[in-house]
């Protein structure tokens, strides 16, 4: 069993520095090294870890300043004597949900109404049909986004958490990120990611889907951007808020050299892994602490909402720091499953929607694929971001300001309210 452990506060930050925005970042993340040792060092004092002791201790704890946390192996480090220690926050790993496969039966459709005689009067001529849209894309999502020609997210680098990908999936023959697993902890090893060949489980395509909508050469909003992808489910499904850690301090630390303001990190992270169960808002506060910490990196975190439909929203899209995306189908009407509610007084959830129904991808010999779920609208959401980043870099300074520009490209859903946020997402004017 693995502990979570942070200091109550957070860690401090570094004083104000009159360098470039790469150079602050750089300066950042060591000082957060030093403190994250520091924090280490006081909990050994207080444990009185000395000699092997704490050798062996030293071997079983895993140190994230990107995310300023400690993994901590409970054999050497017991979770009774954290607990005592009213400065710090521990959490014991869990089990973290899987992507649902398994989306809602829709309602029964409501009965026709009955045709009306035929009438022999004359019938006025159908109407014109619309004009074409000013770019045309063969893949109706990328339509109803209004994704504009140009832009492919140049040197923005987005952060994927999934299940992983498999190379020869249709339409992702050039996709080439940046690859990491997560490994289960040995006798001698605390595990974490590791650089692996790119896969994903037997009979799984969920992550290889969410890949193609994001980068597929065809029908991928971003096809353009830099790419981290990290895999923390196994063909067992299972996964812990430790693996996600694991994630997100891999996808905030790791060198990437997409933009000279971005020297390591991520300007946007998504993720369709849920960290709870539907509904439950995920109340020790653990992986929400990490997400705040990505937004502490002016990192946008992007999830899916659920498919659980009213008030069964889930975790990480339900926290406030998050920017959760619901569904919508082709008529732009809330898609049955897609899940909605308020996880907190102050606000409700999903953020916006984006095409989550019916979704269109190549099957690789001349047909198409398809798919469903908000799982698969999040990516749409997160390449649309990429976009936004791409024309308006300025938002690199505040992902606050980056939230909000996302959302304010939007237009109404058929049936606006609580389940569709601010709107449909949509690229108008970008």
């Known amino acids: 069993m693995f502990l979570i452990v942070r200091p109550v506060k957070g860690l401090p930050e570094p004083p104000p520095q009159a360098t470039s925005r790469g150079e602050q970042l750089q300066m950042r993340l060591q000082f957060r090294r030093a403190e994250l040792d520091r924090f280490w060092q006081r909990i050994a004092q207080e444990l009185q870890l000395d000699g092997d002791r704490l050798q062996r201790a030293e071997r079983r704890v895993e140190k994230m300043p990107g995310l300023g946390m400690l993994i901590v192996d409970e054999d050497a480090v017991p979770y009774e004597s954290l607990r005592k220690m009213d400065w710090l926050r521990v959490w014991r790993e869990r089990r973290v949900p899987t992507p649902s496969f398994t989306i809602p039966e829709p309602p029964a459709p409501e009965s026709e109404p009955e045709p009306e005689p035929e009438s022999a009067a004359p019938q006025p001529p159908a109407p014109p049909p619309p004009p ?199 008529n732009r009407k809330l898609a049955y499953f897609s899940a909605y509610g308020s996880p907190d007084p102050k606000f409700d959830k999903p953020d916006l929607v984006a095409p989550g129904r019916a979704l269109e991808w190549p099957d690789g010999v001349g047909g198409v694929l398809t798919g469903e779920g908000t799982s698969f609208s999040a990516p749409i959401v997160a390449g649309a971001a990429a976009l936004i980043l791409e024309r308006q870099p300025v938002h690199r300074t505040s992902v606050v300001k980056f939230r909000s520009a996302v959302t304010s490209f939007t237009k109404p859903a058929k049936n606006p309210g609580i389940g569709t946020g601010r709107g449909i997402c949509n690229l108008t004017g970008l």
Not at 176 to 204: K, Q
Not at 260 to 285: A, E, K, L
Request: hydrophobic share 40%; proline share 8%; glycine share 12%.
């Open 132 to 330: 074409p849209p000013s770019v045309w894309w063969p893949f109706w999502q990328l339509n109803m986004i209004k994704k504009p020609a140009g832009l492919t997210g140049s040197q923005v680098t987005i952060g994927v958490i999934d299940f992983g990908y498999t190379p020869s999936y249709p339409d992702l023959g050039a996709f080439a990120p940046s690859y990491a697993a997560y490994v289960d902890p040995t006798s001698t090893t605390m595990g974490g990611m590791i650089a692996a060949a790119p896969s994903e489980p037997p009979g799984i395509n969920h992550g290889s889907i969410v890949c193609t909508l994001l980068a597929g050469g065809t029908c991928g909003v971003a096809p353009g951007a830099t790419y981290r992808v990290a895999s923390i489910v196994s063909s067992s499904y299972s996964g812990t808020q430790v693996k996600m850690a694991s994630a997100l301090e891999w996808l905030l630390t790791h060198p990437n050299g997409a933009h000279i303001d971005r020297p390591f990190g991520c300007d946007i992270v998504t993720t369709s892994v849920f960290t709870n169960y539907y509904g439950i808002y995920d109340v020790p506060g653990d992986v929400e602490a990490m997400f705040v910490e990505v937004e502490g990196w002016n990192t946008l975190a992007i999830a899916a909402v659920g498919n659980g439909g009213a008030n069964n929203w889930q975790a990480p899209g339900c926290y406030e720091t998050v920017l959760a995306v619901g569904s919508v189908e082709k």
